[in-house]
Nanobody, 121 residues
């Protein structure tokens, strides 16, 4: 069974840091480009960052560029997101998914439960 499990979220004050993890089971992450998305209350889910198969090429949304760093550990079948200088507008549930550019891969089945990030001002 294909499953993605996000973790590492929590509550942090503005300017703080968090590190998110995404663990995959039932499929190998190193077969896919993969990324992070987030959904704030009352808003559509949006792209945050993505990384290619090699791990050498990354892309970020303008809102997080320079503050967030995406990386992957293919040996552990894990995706990471280091989030620094967090802002209240980063508050959202964060999800991981295979990607195609800045979009979710067309073959992606179902989202994980996500991990809540709350940044207070």
């Amino acid at each position: 069974q294909v499953q993605l499990v996000e973790s590492g979220g929590g509550w942090v004050q503005s300017g703080g840091s968090l590190r998110l993890s995404c663990a995959a089971s039932g499929f190998r992450l190193d077969y896919y480009a993969i990324g992070w998305f987030r959904q704030a209350p009352g808003k559509e889910r949006e792209f945050v960052a993505a990384i290619d198969l090699s791990g050498r090429n990354t892309v970020y949304s303008d809102s997080v560029k320079g503050r967030f760093t995406i990386s992957r550990d293919n040996r552990r079948n894990t995706l990471l997101l280091q989030m620094n200088t967090l802002k209240p507008e980063d508050t959202a549930v964060y999800y991981c998914a295979p990607t195609s550019g800045r979009a979710v891969h067309s073959g992606f089945g179902s989202w994980g439960q996500g991990t809540q990030v709350t940044v207070s001002s």
